[in-house]
């Protein structure tokens, strides 16, 4: 009884040993050379921004982004601006209404989730008209926790960007019915996706006074 008792005792210091040396995981962070950094992306235009809803597609292949990095930080805001937009067969225009877009590192891999975040009472809207007629307008709002991007580091010391891969599923949406040929109809639905390909490029602050190496660390 008392060999067991001893063995028992062992054995459970072994656990509690075996838990304390578990590594615990950590998200990717955001790392810049030097802070504050000024943050400037531009889509690929080979990819750009598409955004697929049951209404149809939506291509702003003219899109760019603006953002500060204080510190290293697992979360990182940038402001985006979507230009040069066509919309189910028609030219669109994407209004952000001061809406960011909000990156949050995941645990343990070089990949995001995103929010959208909007001021109370707005939403990001885009507006699709043919001859001053409008055929349809697209509505997104505030949201969290959408999935992925994946993060990667390209070139080297100072000139080091990322490439942002947006394969983004699950997006909230609603479209108000337009008139005429080709109009959508009124809708909503919560399996909207966004597929992008982004570079950021960090900047000495005030901008364009030189680069800085940006890269993702965990």
């Known amino acids: ?7 028992g005792l062992a054995f459970v210091a072994m656990l509690a040993i075996g838990a304390t040396a578990v590594p615990v995981a950590s998200a990717v962070k955001m790392t810049a050379e030097s802070y504050p ?7 690929d235009q080979g990819i750009g921004n ?15 982004y603006l953002g500060v990095l204080s510190a290293a930080s697992t979360t990182v805001s940038v402001a985006p601006s979507f230009t040069g937009c066509s919309a189910f067969g028609f030219p669109g225009t994407m209004d952000v209404n001061e809406c960011t877009l909000l990156l949050h590192g995941a645990e343990g891999s070089f990949s995001s989730t995103v929010d959208f975040v909007c001021p109370a009472g707005k939403e990001m809207t885009l507006t699709v ?4 007629t409008s055929k349809c307008m697209l509505h997104i709002p505030s949201q969290a926790g959408l999935e992925t991007v994946t993060v990667k580091a390209v070139g080297a010391g100072a000139t080091r960007e990322l490439t942002l891969d947006v394969n983004v599923t699950g997006i909230k949406y609603t479209h108000t019915a337009g008139t005429g040929i080709g109009a959508c109809t009124s809708g909503s639905g919560s399996t909207g996706t966004l597929t992008a390909k982004t ?7 005030p901008s364009g006074t030189g680069h800085v190496g940006i890269f993702p660390s965990l």
Not at 199 to 205: P, R, S
């Open 50 to 64: 598409v955004v697929s809803v049951t209404a149809g597609s939506v291509s702003c292949p003219n899109s760019s």
């Open 1 to 7: 009884m008392k060999n067991s008792k001893i063995f």
């Open 129 to 132: 008209l043919s001859a001053g």
């Open 199 to 205: 570079l950021i490029t960090g900047e000495k602050v």
């Open 37 to 43: 950094t000024t943050l400037t992306g531009a889509s």
